[in-house]
């Protein structure tokens, strides 16, 4: 990643990002699953760990892995590094999961798949990719069912799209510490 360091366990309002997408994951799913192949360093956080079934394939090998493990038909799927998460977005997200492989918001900035719902028939495109060593992660929607959660429905609980805010640069940092000032107080 482009920060040098494991993105999860940087602070933000006090607290390990990691941290505050555990919280805003339990008030929403039966299970939290850590998809890592480093589960010394998560240990103390309590959660189930799975390792990644495809190690190196980035996101798409982890969101498969989680997947995989998933005890429920679908899972909601969050990257490490989204300290804004929304409960009521992805409550919202839930809802709107049924008859449907693929629940994900579309805005301005684009489709969002690391702050989506999958569901277990996405496993088998998903492994094609792998095996074909195609790492984009939307390249399966055409094969299953999507819901996109468009840009208007997205604003109504969350009207700043902070829920798919990630930290990729030193800047975001400083500005989502300086927000988490405004938001957690």
């Known amino acids: 990643n ?9 602070e933000i309002g006090g607290r390990p990002i990691i941290e505050r997408v555990i919280e805003q994951m339990a008030l929403v799913g039966q299970e939290v699953i850590l ?8 240990e103390h956080l309590g959660c189930p760990m799975v390792p990644d079934v495809f190690p190196g394939r980035g996101s ?7 997947l995989r493990a998933a005890s429920n038909q679908y899972a909601l799927v969050v990257a490490c590094d989204m300290p804004f ?7 919202y997200m839930i809802l709107m999961s049924w008859g ?7 805005t301005g900035q684009g489709v969002e798949p690391l702050h ?11 492994e094609e990719l792998l095996r074909q060593n195609n790492l984009k992660i939307i390249s399966f929607y055409s094969r299953v069912r999507v819901r996109y959660l ?32 405004e938001i957690d107080s």
């Open 100 to 106: 449907y492989d693929i629940v994900v918001p579309r």
């Open 60 to 66: 798409l090998g982890g969101i498969y892995s989680g």
């Open 35 to 42: 998809v890592t192949n480093a589960p010394q360093e998560y």
């Open 85 to 91: 998460l929304n409960a009521s977005l992805l409550r």
């Open 150 to 181: 468009e840009q208007e429905e997205v604003e109504i609980l969350d009207h700043r799209h902070l829920s798919f805010f990630n930290i990729n640069l030193p800047d975001d940092l400083e500005w989502a510490r300086r927000l988490a000032v």
């Open 116 to 126: 989506a719902i999958y569901s277990k028939a996405c496993l088998i495109p998903m």
């Open 2 to 10: 482009r920060m040098g360091v494991n993105k999860a366990f940087l």
